[in-house]
């Protein structure tokens, strides 16, 4: 079986600065490392012992996270957490799916509804009606307790990721679209965009996701609409590289600005590494308005590396700086006594 991408990337950091590497052999992605010095850490995919537990539980609840991003001053869009009835019942709320659909009526819709604790985008939809609103509103529920309905903001779509205060990688996230050839249709452009994820690794399309359905009716197209040369077709909202969107690399030219306020995100939430996700008009220019989506404590950097040599290099460079600092941390706790 193959070595997966994120395994093979961490083999080379971990040769480099000459630990061992032991991967299960049955869970692949998950594996222990040991330092020249003795020291021991281990890691799930993307998820490694750098952060503390506390903070990247509230960095995992989008809620709490929101709460206290708004708390320390930074933008993030207007709104409230909803949930199931049972879990109404035992904290005693009335915010239930009713409630959260009054709540998007006064934001005015569209409005964002997206799981409360779930990641990779799943279920994050743009809804435009009361019809579409408890249709999304359920099928979160039937996965997990609660969802959040959040106003809408436009803009461009950034991940900002942040190591020990260093700005190391950002890129623009652009949703999955498809570009004709005026003569294929939407499910065969979407055939061939799968082939091509295929060949760099990439999550696999899910062609019965409602969203993709809805965002062709949206735009009077059906899987057999055959597509004008160069016209593009997004068929997604939410821009997540697990969703299959497209990634535009901005590390060398992001504005200090936006550098700075990543970096001050991630130490106010106690993370030490963390993807900053912003809306804003330009990162590359001075700072005049964003919108913080959301704070990751453990970012996904796979898809972004498949898109070529530069970005497998700059995450192998996040990882190898990720590992140092962990040895050295580990080098420098105190030994335990027994007895």
Known sequence: MKTPFVISIIQRVVDKIGAVLIVDPECKFVGHITFKNGNKTVFRSTQFNINGFGSAEIAKDKGSASFFLRHFGYKVPEGKTFFNDQLCNKIKTLRNTDDGFFYAKTLGFPVI??????????????????????QVANKILRITAGFIVERFHSGNDYRIVVLDEEVLIAYQRIPLFIVGDAKSSVLELLHNKQEILNKTGRRIINFDDFRIKRKLQRQKLTFDSVIPKDSIVYLLDNANL???????????????????????????????LAGVDIITSDITMPMIEYTIIEVNGSPGLLNYASF????????????????????KEHEN???????
């Open 308 to 327: 070529g040599e530069l970005q497998i290099q700059r995450v192998e460079n996040l990882y190898l700086k990720l590992l140092t600092a962990l040895e």
């Open 113 to 134: 509804v997206k799981p409360l604790n779930l990641s990779q985008g799943i279920l994050v939809t743009k809804v435009y009606n009361k019809r579409e609103y408890y």
């Open 242 to 272: 697990s969703s299959g969107g497209e990634a535009v690399d901005v590390t060398e030219t992001i504005h200090p600005d936006f550098k700075k306020l990543a970096v001050n995100i991630t130490k106010d939430m106690g993370l030490r």
């Open 333 to 339: 706790r105190p030994c335990r006594t027994v007895g």
